[in-house]
């Protein structure tokens, strides 16, 4: 059965460091998604993407955050200059229409130090 | 705010017991997902519904759109069903969800 990968599934780095995390989407689906869960926290929202542009951002996707889909199979998401509170684990998802139900990766646990 | 509430926050139940999680969502949504996380972190889809009620083995999602509730029934629970569930709602102009604090379900043997 076709699934949402991510790597790495745990990334440690130091505060100010840039980290790339990066997710491979089912491969016929059109709508990919980031969200974060700080630990003992809900999962919030960070990104929607869809027509290679995003279509929704919260407000902690600040201008530290970008996402990109470099060649029609990974989609990823780039920390510019990772902050303590940026420790959380990382979801990708992704789904065929915006509606439908959503495809959960793993997760990458991102460690700030 | 959150849009998104759920009760309990946490649930101990009995081996074969029946289990309900209540949601209350906003107004204004395309759709409403029931999520389970297991202990490791990962985000299982279990239902997405829009209206009714729908079933897949021993779990049954409702939802009232008047009054913008929906219920996760488990029937005869066992411990593998022991996790977080969250709803989460979806609305299409923002494309995203928007998720609840989730419910943390023991079930004891």
């Known amino acids: 059965e076709p699934e949402v990968t991510q790597t790495p599934s745990h990334q440690v780095t130091q505060m100010g460091q840039e980290v790339i995390l990066r997710c491979v989407p089912i491969?016929?689906?059109?709508?990919f998604y980031w969200y974060r869960q700080i630990l003992g926290q809900k999962v919030e929202f960070l990104v929607s993407f869809y027509n290679n542009e995003i279509s929704e951002k919260s407000e902690i996707f600040d201008d530290q955050f970008s996402v990109e889909r470099p060649d029609g199979s990974n989609f990823t998401l780039k920390i510019r200059s990772t902050k303590l509170e940026d420790s959380a684990m990382y979801f990708c998802a992704s789904t065929v229409r915006g509606y439908n139900e959503q495809f959960f990766g793993p997760g990458t646990r991102l460690t700030v130090l | 705010k959150n849009e998104v509430e759920q009760s309990p926050q946490n649930l101990t139940a009995q081996e074969g017991e029946f289990i309900t999680i209540n949601c209350s969502y906003s107004v204004g949504i395309s759709a409403l997902h029931w999520l389970q996380q297991h202990p490791g972190g990962g985000i299982v889809s279990l239902f997405m519904?829009?209206?009714g009620k729908k079933k897949h083995g021993r779990l049954i999602a409702t939802i009232n759109i008047q009054e913008k509730h929906s219920s996760l029934h488990i029937t005869a629970s066992h411990p593998r069903d022991s996790a977080v569930y969250i709803c989460?709602?979806?609305?299409?102009?923002?494309?995203?969800?928007?998720f609840g604090g989730g419910t943390r379900v023991l079930v004891k043997p």
């Open positions: 491969s016929n689906h059109l709508y």
């Open positions: 519904l829009s209206s």
């Open positions: 989460a709602e979806y609305k299409a102009a923002g494309n995203k969800l928007t």
